[in-house]
């Protein structure tokens, strides 16, 4: 037996018997090399499939050389674990042209990582730069929020919740001997580029009050914004102008009605216009009209974006009901104390649906001259 193993393992590496074998031994032979051939046929067969671990139980020339591919390959792909896991200094010194393309990958790799890290650095830095100057043109916003120019026959307050750190709402009143002019704007989208078109707005309206009526305000606007602005960009609003005998001019360009609750009857008046958003078309297809109202004493102008209308309560969406409703059960409180609560109402409401737009309120209450501001 122990000659026939050594004939055996001799056929394996290459080296034909010597002598002829009785047939018994010839026969037991073929049988062992089948066997081995079928085994070394289903481990090769695992290895093309990526199955690794498997091996022959054999000794030899061909065993060994198959052993020493195996280890190669456990070896690399440890190596490749290793490059998952970030390590780069990896490199394959076997296998030629395979060893060579593994080593040009890594080297790749290592390149391109180290780019990445550069490119990430330089995100950051922007990154912390536009947080910077977000913070504080959210400090300009809320700082220039606070200038409300006030006339001593009306009281004015108002409140801005930015959906993002800056606003693409805002407010503003301009007061002239006897009158007061005030408009709120709602640019389209949010965040800086809403916010820039505000200052637009703003820097627009200081420009050309108190020379035009509120609708020759809008027009012009519309001219002025429609030649400036990108295609999807827009602004809507409301301008109006209260003079100290309560007698109010408004004018609408796509912006949620103005609601004027006459608090001496307990009413509320929905005052709406006919003009389009500002800054979508250059001609007029719908010309901007003002309206005229008289205010008596106590009677108070709302006007928001629709934001606040949009935001949602345990009924729903608030809406113009809603906002009606609750004006009307604070009617006592002053403008100020019924905007705090306003603003309660907000963050209830974000504790059910999250907010998705910007959110301004300004309330004007006219006083005449002889009355306290409330």
Known sequence: MESLDKKFQDILDGVAPD?????????????????FNCRLYEVLYNFSNGKIGDSLQHRGRLAGTFKALQANLRHMTWQA??????????????????????????????????DIESRNREIMRIDNELKQDLHVAAEVQRS???????????????????????????FSTFVEPGHLFFMIGDASGHGAAAAMI????????????????????????????ASTLPDDMYMTGVIGCLNNSGHLRVANAGHPPMLIHRRARGEFEEVSGTGM???????????????????????????????????????????????????????????????????????DSEKLSPRADDITVAAIEFTGRSCPAR
């Open 81 to 114: 674990e290793q490059v998952a896991t970030g390590d780069y200094s990896q490199r394959v010194a076997f296998l030629g042209d395979f060893a060579e393309a593994f080593n040009r990958m890594i080297d790749s790799l290592s390149s391109s990582r180290k």
């Open 19 to 35: 002598e002829e074998l009785p047939a018994d031994q010839a026969n037991m032979l073929l049988r062992r090399i089948a066997e």
């Open 277 to 347: 958003v500002l800054g979508m078309f250059e001609e007029e297809i719908e010309p901007y009209t003002s309206c005229s109202i008289e205010l008596m004493p106590g009677d108070r102008i709302y006007v928001f974006s629709d934001g606040l209308l949009e935001m949602r309560g345990e009924q729903g969406f608030l809406g113009m009901s809603g906002l009606r409703d609750f004006l009307e059960n604070n009617g006592s409180l002053s403008i100020h104390e019924n905007l705090d609560f306003i603003r309660a109402l907000i963050f």
């Open 144 to 170: 220039l929020a606070g200038r409300l120019a006030k006339p001593d026959f009306a009281a004015v307050a108002v409140f801005y919740e930015p959906f993002r750190q800056v606003s693409g709402d805002f």
């Open 198 to 225: 505000t200052v637009m707005a703003r820097t627009f309206l200081e420009s050309v009050l108190p020379a035009d009526a509120p609708e020759e305000i809008l027009r012009r606007m519309n001219e002025f914004f």
